[in-house]
C-alpha cells in the first residue's frame, strides 16, 4: 500500500500523551491504533484488545514500531481513561475531516444519544453524547460529551466549535434549534437545516401561521418550490410531499439568513388507516424542495447508520467503561462504525467486522487511511 496524506498515524502525532516519560511505551499513536483496530476486528473488552493485538502481531508490526510488543490491558485502559476525550476525539475528526475532504463536502447531522448502562456521576447513570454525522459518506466527524448539571446544546456549541463548517450544511432536530446555534453555524461558514417544534413557542407559532397561508393561498404570489414522491420498501408504502417557501416573512428577527421554511408531509398507511406526519424546519440555504426534502430525511440517517449499528452491533449500552475511558472507548465504536460502511463489499456490518478480524488484506482496505512502510 503506499503512502497517503490520510494515514491515521499522522494525525495523533501532536497529541498530548498523559502517561510520565519513562511510562510513554508503546507511543501513544501505537496504542490509539491498536485499540481501534481491536475493535474493528471485534474486541468487545480490554483483555480482549490485548488478545488480539497478540493474535495479529506481524500483521501490526507492517505499520506500527511495536518497539516493547503489544501493550497489557491494563496499559489500554489506563490510557484511555486518562486521556483527554476531547483531544482523543480531534485526532480522530482531522482523520475523519480528511477522509470528508477526499470525498467532497456533505451534509452533517448533529444529534444526542446516551449510553445508558455507562456507570458515571449522572444522575440518570447514562453517559450522555452530541455526535457529528456526515450522512452521504457515512463518517463520524466527533462527538462530545453533556457534563453533567450542563445541557445538550452546551454540547452541540462545544462539538460545532471544532468541526471545520466551511461549505457544510449543518442538520439539527428541535433540541438544537437555538437562535445561539444559527448564528454560530453562520459565523464558522457553513449552513443550518434547523427542525422547529413547540420547544420554540414564538418561532413555532409564526412558521405554523406561514405554513396554514400557504394552503389557504395555493402559494399564489408567494415563492415556492413543491416535491412529491411515493416510495415502497420494507413492506410499507410512503408518500412523501415537501415545500419550500422562499424568504419566509414574520419570523421572530432573532433568527439569521433565513432563506427558506422547508415543510415536510408523510403520508403512510398503518394498520388500514392513514398516518400523517409533519416536520417545519429553517434553512440557511437556497435550493429545491426535492434536495431539501432529503436532507430532513437524511437527518433520521444518523439514528440507523450510526446510533442503531453501535447499540445492535457493537452493544454499546452493555458496556460499562468507566469516567474518560467510555467517552474514549464510544469514539472507537464510532469511527470503526464509519469504517465499515465505507468498507468495499456488500456484506452486512457484522459480517465486514468478521472479515476485518479474519482477512489482513480486507482489514487494510477498511483502514484506508493507514500506511504500511
Known amino acids: ?25 508503546p507511543p501513544l499513536a501505537d496504542l490509539l491504533v491498536l485499540a481501534l483496530c481491536a475493535v474493528l476486528g471485534g474486541a468487545e473488552s480490554w483483555p480482549d484488545s490485548e488478545a488480539f493485538g497478540h493474535a495479529k502481531r506481524d500483521f501490526f508490526k507492517r505499520f506500527l514500531a511495536l518497539p516493547h510488543g503489544i501493550p497489557s490491558h491494563d496499559t489500554f485502559r489506563r490510557v484511555l481513561a486518562a486521556l483527554n476525550p476531547a483531544k482523543c476525539a480531534a485526532g480522530f475528526s482531522s482523520w475523519m475531516a480528511a477522509l470528508c475532504d477526499a470525498c467532497g463536502r456533505v451534509p452533517i447531522a448533529i444529534d444526542g ?43 452541540i456549541a462545544e462539538l460545532l466549535r471544532v468541526l471545520d463548517l466551511k461549505g457544510a450544511l449543518v442538520s439539527i432536530d428541535a433540541a438544537g434549534g437555538q437562535v445561539e446555534i444559527a448564528q454560530q453555524i453562520r459565523a464558522q461558514g457553513g449552513d443550518y437545516l434547523l427542525a422547529v417544534k413547540g420547544n420554540q413557542p414564538a418561532l413555532h407559532e409564526a412558521c405554523e401561521r406561514l405554513r396554514l397561508e400557504t394552503l389557504e393561498t395555493d402559494c399564489a404570489g408567494l415563492r415556492h418550490d413543491l416535491s412529491a414522491r411515493s416510495e415502497d420498501g420494507h413492506g410499507r408504502h410512503e408518500e412523501r410531499y415537501v415545500t419550500g417557501l422562499e424568504d419566509p416573512v414574520g419570523l421572530p428577527p432573532a433568527w439569521v439568513d433565513v432563506k427558506a421554511l422547508v415543510a415536510v408531509r408523510r403520508e403512510r398507511p398503518v394498520k388500514d388507516k392513514d398516518s400523517s406526519e409533519r416536520q417545519l424546519s429553517l434553512s440557511s440555504s437556497r435550493g429545491r424542495a426535492k434536495r431539501r426534502g432529503g436532507l430532513v430525511r437524511g437527518h433520521g440517517g444518523i439514528e440507523q447508520s450510526l446510533h442503531w449499528v453501535r447499540d445492535v452491533v457493537f452493544r454499546a449500552d452493555d458496556h460499562r467503561t468507566r469516567g474518560e475511558g467510555g467517552a474514549n472507548r464510544g469514539m472507537l465504536r464510532r469511527v470503526a462504525v464509519s469504517l465499515l460502511k465505507r468498507a468495499p463489499g456488500k456484506g452486512s456490518i457484522p459480517t465486514k467486522r468478521l472479515q476485518a478480524g479474519w482477512d489482513n488484506d480486507f482489514f487494510l482496505k477498511v483502514l484506508g487511511g493507514i500506511t504500511e512502510n
Open 1 to 25: 500500500m503506499t503512502a497517503s496524506k490520510l494515514a491515521l498515524l499522522d494525525h495523533f502525532a501532536d497529541l498530548p500523551d498523559p502517561r510520565i516519560d519513562r511510562t510513554k511505551l
Open 113 to 155: 444519544k446516551a449510553l445508558r448502562r455507562s456507570p458515571t456521576a449522572t444522575a440518570s447513570g447514562c453517559l450522555p453524547l452530541v455526535s457529528a454525522w456526515a450522512t452521504a459518506n457515512h463518517l463520524s466527524l466527533g462527538q462530545q460529551e453533556v457534563e453533567e448539571g450542563s445541557k445538550e446544546i452546551t454540547a
